[in-house]
């Protein structure tokens, strides 16, 4: 049996002051499998399409999944597909 390979994406943004609090409580609900360090070299095209979600979430919080719903559904498949 081989052993499982982990697979690691780095991702880092840039968030202005105001919204670093929201976008870093955001991350640690994902604490599970992200690592979160602070980096400076997001372009700025990332900048805005990141600035556009946030702006959407503010404006539409109800339209979320939590992280723990969508993992329970995730389990869920797994299980259902292990018939």
Do not use: C, Y
């Not at 780095?10 to 980096?39: N, P, Y």
């Not at 702006?55 to 869920?76: L, R």
């Amino acid at each position: 049996m081989q052993p499982k390979t982990l697979a690691a994406m780095r991702l880092t943004i840039e968030v202005e002051d105001q919204k670093a609090d929201f976008v870093l409580e955001l991350l640690q609900t994902l604490k599970e499998f992200v690592r979160i360090e602070s980096e400076e070299n997001l372009s700025p095209q990332e900048k805005e399409l990141l600035d556009e979600r946030i702006e959407e979430f503010n404006n539409n919080p109800e339209q979320t999944v939590s992280w723990a719903s969508v993992k329970a559904e995730i389990e869920a498949m797994k299980k259902g597909s292990h018939r």
